[in-house]
């Protein structure tokens, strides 16, 4: 399932829009990278994307074989998109397991993330912002097999925590789903997209929101290529 936009101007209504967007594609089974300055307009193109927010013009859809689901089939996008916030819930009384077991089999989303096991009796509410966010990303997968669009999922995140949940969205993607996400996290989209299989690599992008456009970096791009692209878009 492929999602694509066209001729889409995405901001915030009365205002001029922050991207406008001629044709932007992202190919199921890839792990589709968004970075950009504060401001660029990441997480306004992700809620745009989901629909939590309209498009200010143009289209975007979901294309699953002969199927091409725009806006107005939203009902069929919840079984195939999950979204996770950058902010973590808070004062969820439930537990880890309970939580998990909402989408799914938490042993499944143990599989995904190890760590997580020794958190299933605990209740959410006694976690770290951190612990919650790896918490909520594997209840996503477990949700949605196919899309899991993230807003910096790796914001709360120690470096141990970080790679583990690289670990979990690169066997998300060589299982056969998708991912869609916004990071200031370069070091580890560099690592992400190095540790994925050969197929999963050639399906997916790096893309740089920069004066209201898209621009796109090659996926083997190095850290300091990023560094690089990143303060260019910083400087206009």
């Known amino acids: 399932m492929n999602l694509k936009l066209q001729h889409a101007q995405i901001g915030h209504a009365g205002h001029p829009p922050l991207l406008e967007l001629d044709s932007w594609f992202m190919e199921a089974g890839g792990l589709h990278v968004v970075l950009g300055s504060n401001g660029s307009g990441k997480s306004t193109l992700l809620r745009s994307i989901l629909g939590i927010q309209p498009l200010l013009s143009g289209s975007v859809a979901l294309e699953a074989g002969s199927r091409n689901w725009g806006a107005e089939d939203r009902a069929n996008w919840v079984k195939h998109l999950a979204f996770v916030p950058s902010t973590p819930p808070q004062q969820v009384g439930l537990t880890v397991r309970e939580v998990l077991e909402l989408s799914g089999d938490a042993n499944d989303a143990a599989r995904l993330n190890p760590r997580l096991e020794s958190w299933f009796n605990h209740r959410l509410s006694q976690l770290s912002d951190g612990q919650t966010q790896q918490v909520m990303v594997a209840r996503a997968m477990l949700q949605s097999p196919h899309w899991v669009v993230l807003d910096e999922p790796t914001a709360f995140l120690d470096v141990a925590a970080q790679r583990d949940m690289w670990s979990m969205l690169s066997r998300h993607v060589d ?58 878009a910083l400087g206009g």
């Open 175 to 232: 299982a056969g789903g998708s991912v869609l996400m916004a990071t200031h996290d370069l070091r580890g989209v560099q690592r992400g997209l190095a540790s994925v299989a050969q197929g999963v690599r050639s399906k997916s992008s790096i893309s740089l929101l920069r004066n209201r456009a898209i621009q796109s970096i090659p996926v083997g791009a190095s850290l300091e290529e990023l560094e690089l692209e990143l303060e260019r």
